[in-house]
Every structure is written in structure tokens, then in C-alpha cells.
């Protein structure tokens, strides 16, 4: 699905996790367009998954998960634009900032 759409223009692709931290779907991705990552601290990704109770990985506990996310965030960190946490339209008012000519 990403090789399709790396191809298209204006197109805005939301990844999962496991697919952002994949250096060469990465590597696919900072070719085609800007790569955003949304950062958010362990406990808030705690939070928003606290009712997801179909993704395995969440079942392997929080020391696992820490380090998974760790692992992660060094091929998010070659995302374009790192967006910090806060509210969605703070969120959203940056990335905007960011693609606006000046």
C-alpha cells in the first residue's frame, strides 16, 4: 500500500507504528513527501492504547513496550518533522507552519 501512494500528490498517510520504524518503508516514505512524527511520551501512548485490546504487543507489558518504543523512535527521529505532544490543534497549527511557504 505504501508504493502505491508514494506515487500520488497531496495525500496525507496516517502509518501505524510498526511501519514508521521500518528504516526501509522509512526510507520510501522521506523520499516521496514530508514525513511528520507525532511524539508523544510513554505514558501518554499508554493511555491512548489503554483500550485497544486487540494489538498484541500490548499484552508484553510495560518494560517491553519501553524498550519496542525506544527501538522505534530512532527511525522515527528521521522523520522530517518532529511534532512534540500537546493538544491536536497545537499539533496541527505546527505541521502548518512547517508546509506554508514563508
Known sequence: VL???SGRESVVVATGG???ANRDA???MRKSGLVVWLKVSFGEF???CSSC???PLLKEGENKLRELMKEREK???LAHLKVREGPPEEQ???ILKAISPP
Open 53 to 55: 485490546s486487540d494489538r
Open 75 to 77: 527511525v522515527y527521529a
Open 26 to 28: 522509512m526510507e520510501l
Open 3 to 5: 508504493k502505491e501512494v
Open 46 to 48: 499508554l493511555r491512548r
Open 18 to 20: 510498526g511501519l514508521g
Open 92 to 94: 496541527a497549527e505546527e
